[in-house]
Every structure is written in C-alpha cells, then in structure tokens.
DNA sequence: ATCTTCAATCGTATTTTTACGAATTGCGAA
DNA sequence: TTCGCAATTCGTAAAAATACGATTGAAGAT
C-alpha cells in the first residue's frame, strides 16, 4: 500500500475543480455574461437565466467557491464579478490539461 | 414565455459537456496517461489508477460518450487512445469560455 | 421603528455521480 | 469444447448536484 501516490496530484485535483465548476450551462453562461460586462447584477441575470433566483443563488455560490467569481456588495444589490487571477488558473490549468 | 431562449447556447452545452467529463481526478489522470502514451490498456490502468476496475471502466465509459478517448480492440486487450478531433474541440470551446 | 427590496439560505425532492464486488461477456488458447 | 483472461455490465449503496418555493437576513428608505 503506497502512500498517496500522487498520480492524483494536487494540480489535477484543482483542475477538476475548475472543471466542475465550468460542467453546468447555467454557470458558463454566468461567466458568459460577467465576462462581456453585460451585466453584472444578480436580479438581472435571474431575469435572463431560465432558472429560480434561489437556484442562481446556489450557481453563483458555487462559481465564488471555485474561486472564479466574486461579490461585491453596492447596496442595495450585489456586484459580480469574475476573479480575473483565478480565471487565469483555470485557463491556464485546463489548457494544459488539454495540451 | 419564449421558445427557448438560447442564452444556453448550443456551444455552451457542448462546452458544459466538455468540462463534466474532465471534472473528475481520475479522468484527468486517465487523459495525462493516453496523452503521455504512458499506457493505452486498461489493465495498466487499473494498475496505476487508485480505483476498482470497475470503477474505471465507468470512467473510461464517460470518457467515451464525450468523445474525448476512444477504444481499439487489440485482442485480448482494449486500446484506448485520445480522440485528437474532439479533443481539440473541448480544448477550442474551454479556452473560449475562459477567454 | 417599520417597511421594502434584494439576495442568500433553508427545507425538501429528484436525479445524477461515484464507488465497489459479483456476475457476465467475448475471444483466443489449450 | 472448455478454460482463462480482459473488460464491461449489473446490482446496489452512499454521496453530491440540481431545482424549486418559502423563509430569513441585511440594509436603506419612509
């Protein structure tokens, strides 16, 4: 019995988590619309996403989880935006991934 | 209510595919091992993986209906190798979404 | 202090994912 | 034909993801 033998490197683990957090439509499309500056409000993105506010609320929590994005509070609502360093890891994590 | 909007594209939901079937440690090992030509059968896998074989042929399965690797029969053993056509696609459309 | 509004959280149900060992299948060798 | 090996599929269990409406919480406006 090995000691963790990191076939399963911390890298690779953090690359399927940046993975999970891209594998539903509903976030890519988040990202989608936070990227272009669209729109960076969750009311609005609950009127142009086919999902429930509360649902939204739980895509959004996940991405800020991930790391990918982040809240900024401008009462009364609350900015999103992307964590343009994390985003960078992702990209960077999942090319190579892909190489 | 519209017809199906598309803010969920189609590109999003191949791209949302895409990153599912590489949100999972052991699939990314899998792609590192094909890629690397380190090994191409299952049983080398099954060896070098920390999973029952079981469980990596689901994995190998996933794989499979995303497209990203595909097998050969090479009696008595399965070749698998990576779908290079596909495999650039997912690497296109993630690398898009995280532009 | 109370009311409104926006967003998150809770409670819940359903579906999907992940995992394993056992059983099965497919194919070549004996 | 029978045996053995490789890989998949089956049966099952446990955990996680997804979705919704209802409730709660936080902050500014009245």
């Known amino acids: 019995m090995q000691p963790t033998q990191d076939i399963l490197s911390e890298e690779l683990k953090q690359t399927a ?15 989608e619309l936070l990227n272009s500056q669209a729109c960076c409000f969750h009311g609005d993105m609950a009127e142009i996403l086919p ?4 649902t939204l609320s739980q895509h959004l929590k996940e991405l800020k989880n991930a790391g990918l ?10 900015k999103y935006c992307i ?12 090319s190579s991934a892909l190489k």
């Open 69 to 78: 994005i982040q809240g900024n509070i401008s009462s009364p609502t609350i």
């Open 17 to 31: 988590r940046f993975a999970k957090a891209l594998s539903h439509p509903i976030r890519l499309a988040i990202l």
């Open 83 to 94: 964590n343009r360093e994390n985003f960078e890891q992702a990209k960077q994590l999942l």
């Open 51 to 54: 999902v429930a506010k509360s």
